[in-house]
């Protein structure tokens, strides 16, 4: 149960705020769609229409709108759960959207403009957390735009039918239609006879062009970005890798120590396995490979390096790495995490610069803390320096607690 307990609260954390946002953009959608489902479902059982004109004027001109925005924001929480920007700046159009339809469309509903307001709102307060290019994304942002031209040239053939030439009275031909001139090939078997229609098929052809090119923009970007991403990565970066940290894991000691330094202003590069799950930001300068294989070391620019930290889970791992640094770079600083404190002098062996043992280093300072005694550089040299820095410490004479 407890197991369970904790997997539920490591999940709500990791879902925490993409997640719950891209959760209540689908309940926005839903609540778009529900006066236009009902009354779909009303219509069913009365009997449907027997043209396209009378359904428009049932359902009102909005309708058809406010049902693709519901589809918009559905597909959109998908985007946002993967914290892609593209998708937190087409979510807040789209609520802008729905914002104008709760108030000036058909099924005007004061709740749903709150609701939608305050969800906007939301987005734009966690606007940090967005800030990834996610090929699923611009593929969802292609299939959105795409259906939403595809719903609106089809349905506004249908209503502007007679206004053509033959007159367009059923879906085959509409979508016929739409694709001829979404497309620009113009075959001129069906032309618009009116001022509204030849604007309306006007509208069809440029927002066709801009769509499609967007689109292809979107999804094939993000490719390209990242292969020139990688080659720059991988073939020129290490030599410009210079007086930098290089910090070798993805504990959250790792995470935690490339934030500081980055605070501070250094320049600091990370080797991460593959298909290692982390939190390091896109802007990070990551290597990925193994850490304890001198090709790669080189590729992160250990020999220029200001330190190599050691980092991770393993405290064999951390040796390794310890040794392959040893052997390329003999003269740059080195730092070894040891995660078990039973492992600590065997690790010292290896004569890094620093061995740091959080439990030791915790435990020492807890237990003196708790006891008045004093703590001071020495003990911290020692902790973190000293051969036998776990003796010196236990062997400090306490002093008594007046």
Do not use: C
């Not at 396209?52 to 004027?57: A, E, N, Q």
């Not at 040239?153 to 007159?167: K, N, Q």
């Not at 080797?271 to 090709?295: F, R």
């Not at 600590?344 to 004569?351: A, D, K």
């Amino acid at each position: 149960m407890n197991t369970l307990v904790n997997r539920l609260r490591r999940f709500a954390g990791h879902a925490a705020p993409h997640g719950y946002l891209a959760v209540l953009l689908v309940i926005n959608g839903l609540m778009l769609l529900r006066p236009v489902a009902e009354k779909a479902l009303l219509h069913t059982r009365g009997g449907w229409f027997h043209d396209w004109i009378t359904l428009f004027d049932a359902f009102g001109l909005l309708a058809l709108p406010q049902a693709v925005i519901a589809m918009g924001l559905t597909i959109m929480a998908i985007g946002v759960a993967l914290r892609a920007r593209l998708a937190w700046v087409l979510s807040l159009i789209l609520l802008a959207a729905a914002a104008f339809i709760s108030v000036r469309g058909d099924y005007r509903s004061l709740p749903l403009l709150a609701y939608t307001v305050a969800l906007a709102a939301a987005l734009l307060y966690y606007w940090r957390q967005f800030d990834r290019t996610s090929l699923a994304a611009s593929t969802l942002f292609a299939i959105l735009s795409i259906g939403s031209l595809m719903i609106y040239a089809v349905f506004g053939s249908l209503y502007l039918g007679e206004d053509f030439t033959p007159p367009i009275r059923n879906m085959t031909t509409a979508f016929y239609f739409s694709m001829v001139a979404m497309s620009t090939v113009g075959f001129g078997d069906i032309t618009p006879h009116s001022d509204t229609a030849r604007l309306f098929t006007v509208s069809v052809i440029v927002f066709g062009i801009t769509i499609f090119a967007t689109s292809i923009t979107a999804v094939i970007g993000p490719v390209i970005g990242g292969k020139l991403k990688h080659i720059v990565k991988g073939g020129i970066s290490n030599v410009t890798r210079k007086n930098h940290y290089l910090i070798v894991g993805t504990t959250p000691l790792a995470h935690n120590v490339y934030a500081g330094l980055k605070k501070r202003g250094y320049a600091v590069t990370v080797i991460v396995s593959a298909n290692t799950t982390h939190t390091y930001p896109e802007s990070a300068d990551l290597v990925v490979g193994d850490a304890s294989d001198t090709a790669i070391l080189h590729n992160a620019g250990a020999e220029a390096a200001l330190a190599v930290l050691a980092l991770r889970l393993d405290d064999a791992e951390n040796a390794f790495v310890i040794l392959a640094i040893k052997d390329l770079a003999p003269k740059v600083r080195t730092v070894a995490l040891v995660n078990d404190s039973r492992n600590l002098q065997r690790l010292r062996l290896l004569q890094p610069d620093m061995v740091f043992s959080p439990q030791l280093l915790a435990g020492e300072l807890l237990a003196r803390t708790l006891n008045n005694e004093t703590i001071d550089n020495d003990l911290i040299e020692h902790l973190l320096f000293g051969k036998n820095g776990a003796h010196a410490a236990a062997s400090t004479p306490p002093k008594s607690s007046a």
